[in-house]
C-alpha cells in the first residue's frame, strides 16, 4: 500500500511560519500531480496548494501570497512552507497524490479532492496564541 508521510506539523502564534514536508515513493512522486489538502473541525476537506511540475504550482486565494508548495526530485518531497498563518489556517493537513491527467495543471488536483489517489494520514497545524 502506497505511503504519504508528513511532518512538521505543531502549535504555532498567529503571525508565526511553519514548514511542512511530504515523502512519497518514488514511482509515485514522479508519476503524479500532489498536493496539500486541509480539513478544520467541521468543515470539508478542501485543496489548498498543488503542483504538477516545479514551475507549475497553484494555490487556493485563502493562503495565496503566505503558502509556497515545493517540489524536491532528489528528496521525493513536496513541501509547504507557511508563512503569516492565521488562526483560520488550524486544521489538519493531508499530502496527496493522483495520476496525471494530460492537459490539466494543478489547480484541476486541488478541485477534486475525493479524485486523489494517495493520501497521508494528516497533521495538525494549530494556530493560537
Known amino acids: 500500500q502506497v505511503q504519504l508521510v508528513e511532518s512538521g506539523g505543531g502549535l504555532v502564534q498567529p503571525g508565526g511560519s511553519l514548514r511542512l514536508s511530504c515523502a512519497a515513493p518514488?514511482?509515485?512522486?514522479?508519476?503524479?500531480?500532489m498536493g496539500w489538502f486541509r480539513q478544520a473541525p467541521g468543515k470539508e476537506r478542501e485543496g489548498v496548494s498543488c503542483?504538477?511540475?516545479?514551475?507549475?504550482?497553484f494555490h487556493a486565494n485563502s493562503v495565496k501570497g503566505r503558502f509556497t508548495i515545493s517540489m524536491d526530485n532528489a528528496k521525493n518531497t513536496v513541501d509547504l512552507q507557511m508563512n503569516s498563518l492565521k488562526r483560520e489556517d488550524t486544521a489538519v493537513y493531508y499530502c496527496?497524490?493522483?495520476?496525471?491527467?494530460?492537459?490539466?495543471?494543478?489547480?484541476?488536483?486541488?478541485?477534486?479532492?475525493?479524485?486523489?489517489?494517495?493520501w497521508g494520514k494528516g497533521t495538525l497545524v494549530d494556530v493560537t496564541s
Open positions: 496527496a497524490g493522483r495520476r496525471k491527467v494530460v492537459g490539466y495543471g494543478p489547480e484541476y488536483y486541488c478541485a477534486g479532492v475525493y479524485e486523489m489517489n494517495y
Open positions: 518514488r514511482t509515485i512522486f514522479r508519476r503524479n500531480a
Open positions: 503542483i504538477t511540475a516545479f514551475d507549475n504550482t
